[in-house]
């Protein structure tokens, strides 16, 4: 009989590291779907820095998972068995499945993506949410003017690599911040980012140091992954009239629990006038058509490039998790967890 | 002989309170005016708190007076002589005049000011640098919308007074704090807040439990004046998408030489998506014709009321300065110089 495996929270990580034993790993039945629910195959799984949040009952946008519950996670999931019309088997959808093989979801509100038009596991990173973030993140609240520098932390990252690309083709300057040779290779070798700054082993003000040698006239966006000091570097190193989009806070991830305190920035914001804005993609799920056809468009036109890190099955999700919340992925992490059956 | 009465910084307060020993008091020959320049006799000197930062060499937007210099200040003056055609003897005009009786400017760049039309001293106010803070901080970043919540801190000063009414105006519930029971009946009673909170005594906790009793779904636009715990309390308790106008830090100017350092409030910024900005009045020079149309209806319908808290006499400008960084004041501080003599 086959099962369904899933990975559960087991454990709530509290101001430490992630670490495997916070994941239980079970098999239950293959659920069966009702009238208009469709059984859905995950095929692609995406892991992303906000599922830190969901393990911590710090405050925060959206309910914590509860302990024993599924991950969350989005998934391209192939159509099992169906009983809506809408769908038939073989045809692939985005879904809020989680961290496991099989689920049953209501037919209605499933996205519909075609992997003839895209790589499937496309429509989770540069076609989907981190996509989306990049594009509306940086466009909307950051709005680039060509010439101006835009400084983007995770730069290799599945967002942060979409950011810096778009900024090239608005006619921006682009540093990535990133850590470790590798990826700041990548950035400016195989994306064309102007600079990278390697984060790694340097404090606030040697980051500052190399951002006024790379942008003697401040930085005009600064596309916040991280939070920690590497905020504290960019927020010294404005220009007049610098945008600062709060996307995430990877750098204290590890202390949720923990009122985040350290340099407030006021002053500078003040001396500035400097705008800082926060940014959820939740916010722009009705612009998605939009963005859609500017990014098709540009991936087709191999204006955008884009690198996913694969891991091979879903058993090893905890541990491609905690490396990528320690920053090991290159590019946006991904789990292979089946490949396409078909109808 | 006649003299100009000067007041000068003496010493640079660093990361302490101003002290009378600041400043100098001396007594310089009156200057003469040249070709198209007039000689000016100052009638009100004009307080403000960002006088605090030019007492500092702290790095801010704008250079540090200098020992022996006087202190930096805008005046309604009258024109006593001129050398230029375009103003006579007993035209009264805005100047950058600083904390002194006398003073010689270039005619050209002087804004005259018609005491017919308004209180002279009101030029210094609510139709001036103050009342221009309040009308673009509070419309073009504040953007408030009609059934929303406004916190202005600092609420019966020259700013925050007005900052309240403007947004009653526009329809939204306003929240003031501001130091002491007179202060408090001050902005409801008289100005018409919506309610008021006397921060003095209190902890961060105790200011976000009377705001979540007052705002009980929260805070759409804070106007920040003073920074601080106030700060931390207004950001505690936003709501979604609110904004936080940047304006001044007056809890934070007795230690401008330490880096401000505190809870840092990103993840709430991300949870809110809330905007913060930071507010130069400067910035809004070319816009100050549409300002004054609104304020002198406004002035003139009765819709905003306005009050002033003069000290007569240069002589009192340290006492009175100093009194105005503790929140002694009431209404918008002011210097009364001299009265007008005419043409």
Not at 35 to 56: C, F, N, Q, W
Not at 104 to 128: E, Q, T
Not at 250 to 279: N, P, S
Request: charged fraction near 20%; glycine fraction near 10%.
């Amino acid at each position: 009989m086959q099962v369904n495996h899933r990975i559960t929270l087991a454990a709530r990580p509290v101001n430490r590291p992630v670490q495997p034993s916070d994941f239980a790993h079970d098999a239950k039945p293959i659920p069966e779907p009702g009238a208009g629910e469709v059984l859905l195959r995950t095929l692609y799984l995406s892991l992303d820095p906000y599922m830190r949040g969901r393990m911590s009952e710090a405050k925060s946008y959206a309910q914590p998972t509860q302990i024993g519950d599924v991950m969350v996670g989005e998934v391209v999931a192939e159509v099992a068995s169906s009983n809506d019309p809408s769908l038939v088997p073989g045809d692939t959808v985005l879904a809020r499945l989680g961290w496991q093989e099989y689920g049953v979801m209501p037919a209605k509100g499933l996205i519909k993506v075609d992997g003839k038009a895209a790589s499937l596991s496309h429509y989770l990173g540069v076609l989907g949410m981190p996509g989306m973030t990049a594009y509306f993140a940086l466009l909307d609240i950051g709005k680039p003017k060509p010439g101006q520098t835009v400084l983007v932390s995770a730069a290799s990252g599945a967002v942060g690599q979409v950011v810096g690309q778009i900024a090239k083709l608005k006619g921006c300057r682009v540093i990535g911040i990133a850590g470790g040779a590798r990826k700041c290779e990548y950035v400016t070798d195989e994306l064309g980012f102007d600079a990278a700054v390697d984060y790694r082993g340097k404090d606030t003000a040697a980051l500052v140091a190399e951002l006024a040698t790379l942008a003697p006239h401040g930085i005009d966006v600064y596309f916040d992954n991280v939070g920690g000091i590497i905020h504290d570097a960019a927020m010294a190193s404005l220009a007049m009239y610098a945008r600062i989009i709060i996307v995430g806070a990877v750098a204290i991830y590890d202390r949720l629990e923990t009122q985040d305190t350290g340099v407030r920035w006021m002053r500078q914001i003040l001396a500035k006038r400097a705008r800082m804005e926060g940014f959820l993609v939740f916010d722009y799920d009705a612009r998605r058509a939009e963005f859609l056809a500017d990014m098709t468009a540009w991936l087709r036109g191999g204006l955008i490039k884009y690198r996913e890190d694969v891991a091979e099955g879903l058993d090893r999700t905890p541990e491609a998790f905690i490396g990528m919340l320690a920053g090991k992925n290159l590019g946006k992490q991904l789990i292979h967890v089946a490949s396409p059956v078909g109808r």
